[in-house]
C-alpha cells in the first residue's frame, strides 16, 4: 500500500501541473506568446517526466518478475562507457561536470549483457551529474579486484557532489530514494534509477554499492562484473548496439587517461 500511495503520488504531481497549464492555454485567449509558451514547456516537461517514470517502473517490473533474457557475451567495458558517454551527453545538453575516464587498455572482457550494462553505466552517470556542480569532476574508473576468492571487474563512477551521509548508503538502492527524501524530485529523476542498477547488475552475476565520506564530499557508485576466461575468447566481439539516438559518432578511446566534455 505505501507503494501505490508513492506512486499515486508521483503520477499526481506531474498530471496536476499539465492539467494547469492545459487549462490556462484554453481559457486565456489574451495570454502573452511568451506566457503561452512558458505554459507549454511546463507540460511538455512534466509529461516527458510522466514518460520516464512510467518507462522505469516497467523496466523495474521486468527486472524484479524475472521477465528478462539475458543476452550474454564477452564485452569490453570501455566500449560500454562510450556508447554511456554518449547518450548521457546528448540528455545533458551541456550541463553535465567534465568527466574523466580512468580505463587501463589491457583490461580482461568481461561477461555481459551489453545493452542492460550500457543502461547502468548511463543512470549512474546521469545521477552523478544531477547531483555534481557544474565546476565539479565525475570519474569514471576500471581495475580487476579479487571479491570473495573470485576475479571480478570493478567499475567506479565517482563524483564530487552532494555525497551520502553513511547510514543511508544502504538504502539508496531502494524504490523511490533521493538523498532528501522519498517523495521530493528535486534534480527531475524519478528515484527507481538505482533499483533498476541493482536488479541489473546482480541479474549478470555481479554485485552493487555505494561509498561516500559524507555530505558534500562526494560518492563513489561501485558495481563488479564477471571477466572472461581468457583461454575461451577465440575473437574480440562487437560493442553493443548504442542505446542512443542515430548519428551519434562514436569512436574507440584506448587512452588510460582521457577527459571528455
Known sequence: SNLIAITGHELRTPL????????????????????????????????????????????LSRLESGRI??????????ECVDLALSSVHIQAQGSCPDIGVEIPPDLPLIQA??????????????????????DGQITVQAQTIDRQGRQMLEVIVADTGRGIEPQRLDIVFDRFYQEEGALRRTTGGTGLGLAICRQIIQGLGGEIWATS????????????M??????????????????????VPLRSRR???????
Open 16 to 59: 496536476s501541473t499539465i492539467q494547469v497549464c492545459l487549462e490556462s492555454l484554453a481559457t486565456e485567449p489574451d495570454m502573452s506568446p511568451e506566457l503561452q509558451q512558458v505554459m507549454l514547456n511546463s507540460a511538455l516537461t512534466d509529461a516527458e517526466r510522466m514518460r520516464k517514470l512510467v518507462q522505469d517502473f516497467l523496466t
Open 69 to 78: 533474457d539475458w543476452h550474454v557475451e564477452p564485452l569490453m567495458v570501455q
Open 113 to 134: 549483457d551489453g545493452e542492460w550494462l550500457v543502461e547502468v553505466l548511463s543512470k549512474l552517470l546521469d545521477n552523478a551529474c544531477k547531483f555534481t556542480r557544474p
Open 213 to 224: 565520506a559524507g555530505r558534500d564530499q562526494g560518492s563513489q557508485f561501485h558495481f563488479t
Open 226 to 247: 564477471p571477466m572472461v576466461d581468457p583461454s575461451l575468447v577465440t575473437e574480440l566481439p562487437p560493442p553493443p548496439a548504442p542505446a542512443v539516438p542515430s548519428g
Open 255 to 261: 587512452s588510460t587517461r582521457r577527459r571528455s566534455t
